[in-house]
C-alpha cells in the first residue's frame, strides 16, 4: 500500500506504518524544525512543502496513491481555542487537503483518506465542521445529528464510506490519555469488507488496558448502511472512560530522574504494562501542558506531577516532584524511538538540538501505536 502524508509534522505515520510495509510516496510539510526532522530520518521521500501550492501535476507525478492521511490544523477546532471552525486561516486547510485527495483519486487510484484531530471538532461551529468533514469525505451533504455527534459512527454518500471513531493513546500502550477523532473514508468496495476503526462495543479499547482489541466485527455493518448518497448516521454512545490519573509501574524512585518512571512502563503483547519493580508512580499529564495541539497555542509547558508510593503501603506517600517532562520523555509518550527529534539543527550538532522546537513537534504529532493499529487494520 503507497500513502501520501499531509501535515506531516515528524512523520508518525511512518514511524508507525514503515515496519508493516507501507510505503510513503511523500510527505507535506512547511514548518522548519519538523522539515529537518524529515530530512534527517527520510531524506529519500520527497517533501512537496506548502499544502496550498501542491500542484495537480505534482500528485499525477506521484503515481499510484492508495491512501491519503492528514492530519490539518486544529487551532480552529480545538475547545482551548478561539473556535473559528473551517473559517479559520488554519483549520480551513482542510479543503485543500481534500483538493488533494480527489486528485489521488483520478490518477492514482486512491481507495482511503484518513483524516484526524481533536475531539472538538465534533463541538466546532455547532457540530457543522464534522458534518462537512464526513460530508467531504462521503460525497453528501450532511444535517448535525439532532442529539450532535457521537464519538463512533459511520455515513455514506455518493463517492464512499466513511467511518469515524475517538481513540485514546492510553489503551494503546502509551503513558498519556490522548483522545483524537479519526474518519476514514473507503472509496472503494466497502460493503465487502469488515469494519477498520468500528469494533464491537465489548472489544474496543476504551475500558481497562487488560483487554485487548478484536481483529473482526461480529456483524457486518453495510446492510445498516445506504449507499443512496444521502448518507445514514450510525452510532452508538462510546463509553469511554477518562481518569485523571493512571497508575504505572515504577523502575526506578530514587536519585536523579532523567526519564519518569512511568514512561519506563513496558507494554506486553496484551497491552498491559509490565510491572517488576518495589513502586508505583502516579502519573499525570495536564491537557495544556505537553498536548500543544490542543491548547490551541502550540506553546504548552510538559509537566509531570509524580507521586512515589511503597508497595507495602500504597497509601503512603515516601517522595513528591513536579517538574518538566524531558524531550526524551515526550518521545515516549508518543510512541517514537529515543532521541528521534534529538537532531543536527541550524548548523549545529545533535547534543545541541534545542528544546522548544522538539516538544512542539511532539505535541503536535500523532501517537504513533494509535497510527501502528489503524495501519495494521487497514493492510
Given at each position: 500500500?503507497?500513502?501520501?502524508?499531509?501535515?506531516?509534522?515528524?512523520?508518525?505515520?511512518?514511524?508507525?506504518?514503515?515496519?508493516?510495509?507501507?510505503?510513503?510516496?511523500?510527505?507535506?510539510?512547511?514548518?522548519?524544525?519538523?522539515?529537518?526532522?524529515?530530512?534527517?530520518?527520510?531524506?529519500?521521500?520527497?517533501?512537496?512543502?506548502?499544502?496550498?501550492?501542491?500542484?495537480?501535476?505534482?500528485?499525477?507525478?506521484?503515481?499510484?496513491?492508495?491512501?491519503?492521511?492528514?492530519?490539518?490544523?486544529?487551532?480552529?477546532?480545538?475547545?482551548?481555542?478561539?473556535?473559528?471552525?473551517?473559517?479559520?486561516?488554519?483549520?480551513?486547510?482542510?479543503?485543500?487537503?481534500?483538493?488533494?485527495?480527489?486528485?489521488?483519486?483520478?490518477?492514482?487510484?486512491?481507495?482511503?483518506?484518513?483524516?484526524?484531530?481533536?475531539?472538538?471538532?465534533?463541538?466546532?461551529?455547532?457540530?457543522?465542521?464534522?458534518?462537512?468533514?464526513?460530508?467531504?469525505?462521503?460525497?453528501?451533504?450532511?444535517?448535525?445529528?439532532?442529539?450532535?455527534?457521537?464519538?463512533?459512527?459511520?455515513?455514506?454518500?455518493?463517492?464512499?464510506?466513511?467511518?469515524?471513531?475517538?481513540?485514546?493513546?492510553?489503551?494503546?500502550?502509551?503513558?498519556?490519555?490522548?483522545?483524537?477523532?479519526?474518519?476514514?473514508?473507503?472509496?472503494?468496495?466497502?460493503?465487502?469488507?469488515?469494519?477498520?476503526?468500528?469494533?464491537?462495543?465489548?472489544?474496543?479499547?476504551?475500558?481497562?488496558?487488560?483487554?485487548?482489541?478484536?481483529?473482526?466485527?461480529?456483524?457486518?455493518?453495510?446492510?445498516?448502511?445506504?449507499?443512496?448518497?444521502?448518507?445514514?448516521?450510525?452510532?452508538?454512545?462510546?463509553?469511554?472512560?477518562?481518569?485523571?490519573?493512571?497508575?504505572?509501574?515504577?523502575?526506578?524512585?530514587?536519585?536523579?530522574?532523567?526519564?519518569?518512571?512511568?514512561?519506563?512502563?513496558?507494554?506486553?503483547?496484551?497491552?498491559?504494562?509490565?510491572?517488576?519493580?518495589?513502586?508505583?508512580?502516579?502519573?499525570?499529564?495536564?491537557?495544556?501542558?505537553?498536548?500543544?495541539?490542543?491548547?490551541?497555542?502550540?506553546?504548552?509547558?510538559?509537566?509531570?506531577?509524580?507521586?512515589?508510593?511503597?508497595?507495602?503501603?500504597?497509601?503512603?506517600?515516601?517522595?513528591?516532584?513536579?517538574?518538566?517532562?524531558?524531550?526524551?520523555?515526550?518521545?515516549?509518550?508518543?510512541?517514537?524511538?529515543?532521541?528521534?527529534?534529538r537532531i543536527p539543527y541550524r548548523n549545529k550538532p545533535a547534543d545541541k538540538c534545542p528544546d522548544g522546537p522538539r516538544y512542539k513537534a511532539l505535541g503536535n504529532s500523532?501517537?504513533?501505536?494509535?497510527?501502528?493499529?489503524?495501519?495494521?487494520?487497514?493492510?
Amino acid at each position: 500500500m503507497r500513502y501520501l502524508s499531509l501535515f506531516s509534522g515528524i512523520e508518525a505515520a511512518t514511524e508507525a506504518w514503515s515496519p508493516l510495509g507501507l510505503e510513503c510516496v511523500g510527505v507535506s510539510e512547511v514548518d522548519t524544525f519538523p522539515c529537518a526532522v524529515l530530512d534527517h530520518h527520510r531524506p529519500d521521500i520527497p517533501n512537496l512543502g506548502d499544502v496550498t501550492q501542491i500542484t495537480e501535476k505534482q500528485i499525477k507525478a506521484l503515481g499510484q496513491i492508495d491512501l491519503v492521511v492528514f492530519g490539518s490544523p486544529c487551532q480552529d477546532l480545538s475547545v482551548a481555542g478561539k473556535r473559528k471552525g473551517f473559517e479559520g486561516e488554519r483549520s480551513s486547510l482542510f479543503r485543500d487537503a481534500m483538493r488533494i485527495v480527489r486528485w489521488a483519486r483520478r490518477y492514482g487510484g486512491c481507495r482511503f483518506a484518513l483524516w484526524e484531530n481533536v475531539p472538538g471538532a465534533f463541538s466546532s461551529n455547532a457540530g457543522r465542521d464534522f458534518a462537512e468533514v464526513v460530508g467531504s469525505l462521503a460525497g453528501a451533504k450532511f444535517d448535525v445529528p439532532p442529539s450532535g455527534w457521537k464519538t463512533a459512527g459511520a455515513a455514506v454518500g455518493k463517492t464512499g464510506m466513511v467511518e469515524w471513531r475517538v481513540l485514546d493513546a492510553q489503551w494503546f500502550g502509551v503513558a498519556q490519555r490522548r483522545r483524537r477523532v479519526f474518519a476514514l473514508a473507503d472509496f472503494g468496495d466497502w460493503a465487502g469488507r469488515q469494519p477498520i476503526l468500528l469494533e464491537p462495543e465489548g472489544m474496543r479499547r476504551n475500558s481497562a488496558p487488560s483487554r485487548e482489541a478484536g481483529e473482526d466485527s461480529t456483524h457486518d455493518i453495510a446492510p445498516s448502511l445506504t449507499s443512496s448518497g444521502r448518507g445514514v448516521e450510525r452510532a452508538g454512545e462510546t463509553r469511554w472512560q477518562d481518569p485523571v490519573v493512571a497508575v504505572f509501574g515504577a523502575n526506578n524512585c530514587s536519585g536523579a530522574i532523567d526519564v519518569a518512571p512511568a514512561c519506563n512502563a513496558s507494554a506486553s503483547a496484551s497491552g498491559r504494562l509490565d510491572f517488576d519493580s518495589e513502586a508505583f508512580v502516579t502519573h499525570a499529564l495536564r491537557g495544556e501542558g505537553f498536548d500543544a495541539s490542543e491548547d490551541g497555542t502550540g506553546r504548552g509547558t510538559p509537566i509531570v506531577p509524580v507521586a512515589f508510593n511503597s508497595r507495602e503501603d500504597p497509601a503512603a506517600q515516601v517522595g513528591m516532584q513536579v517538574r518538566r517532562l524531558t524531550p526524551r520523555e515526550c518521545e515516549r509518550l508518543q510512541g517514537f524511538p529515543d532521541d528521534y527529534t534529538r537532531i543536527p539543527y541550524r548548523n549545529k550538532p545533535a547534543d545541541k538540538c534545542p528544546d522548544g522546537p522538539r516538544y512542539k513537534a511532539l505535541g503536535n504529532s500523532m501517537a504513533v501505536p494509535v497510527m501502528a493499529w489503524i495501519g495494521e487494520r487497514l493492510a
